[in-house]
């Protein structure tokens, strides 16, 4: 019960959610991704998420991690990738995404994000996840501790699909 309220409540934490956006509305429930749609304004926005099933690092606290993939059509933006770390990113730092043979290290950190650094980049993050069976996460907070995170992409293309057929990809 706990994933699933991060993950709807997941566009609220990030940048995504403005004045006139509904409430989001749950597509479906894929083995460990969940899928939702809401209305902002007249645009309908879909996006997925996920919690990690493991996090490692030698912190004391931290917040909630998950990963967001966003689909607005109505601005033609499609495959977007965020990641949320829990705690705020050191400045420049690097976070690098493994899935099987697959590394993705072009990435850009502001504060506790992560995002790719173009379409392309976010494009090839979700052809890697459709193919992979898990996703190592690796980053560093502004304190210097380094975090590895890992999740399950059990569930990811069937959420995928979910999405896109609601925001007509």
């Not at 566009?11 to 509904?22: I, M, P, Q, Y």
């Not at 429930?29 to 926005?45: M, R």
């Not at 790719?116 to 459709?130: G, N, P």
């Not at 999405?163 to 007509?168: D, R």
Request: hydrophobic content about 40%; charged content about 30%.
């Amino acid at each position: 019960m706990k994933k699933l309220f991060i993950l709807s409540a997941a566009f609220l934490l990030g940048a995504v959610f403005s004045a006139r956006a509904d409430t989001p509305k749950l597509l479906g429930e894929y083995n460990d991704w969940s899928a939702f749609y809401y209305q902002d304004g007249k645009n309908v926005v879909c996006y997925m998420a996920s919690s990690p099933q493991k996090d490692e690092g030698k912190y004391t606290k931290r917040g909630d991690i998950y990963v967001v993939i966003t689909h607005r059509p109505a601005e033609k933006s499609f495959d977007v990738v965020n990641f949320v770390a829990g705690y705020t990113y050191k400045r420049d730092a690097r976070v690098v995404v493994k899935i099987g043979k697959t590394t993705i290290d072009k990435m850009f950190v502001d504060k506790d994000k992560a995002w790719a650094v173009s379409e392309k980049v976010d494009k090839e993050l979700v052809e890697a996840m459709k193919k992979g069976e898990r996703m190592i996460v690796t980053g560093e907070s502004s304190r210097g501790t380094a975090t590895k995170d890992t999740y399950s992409l059990s569930g990811f293309t069937a959420a995928y699909r979910a999405i896109s057929a609601k925001c007509k990809k």
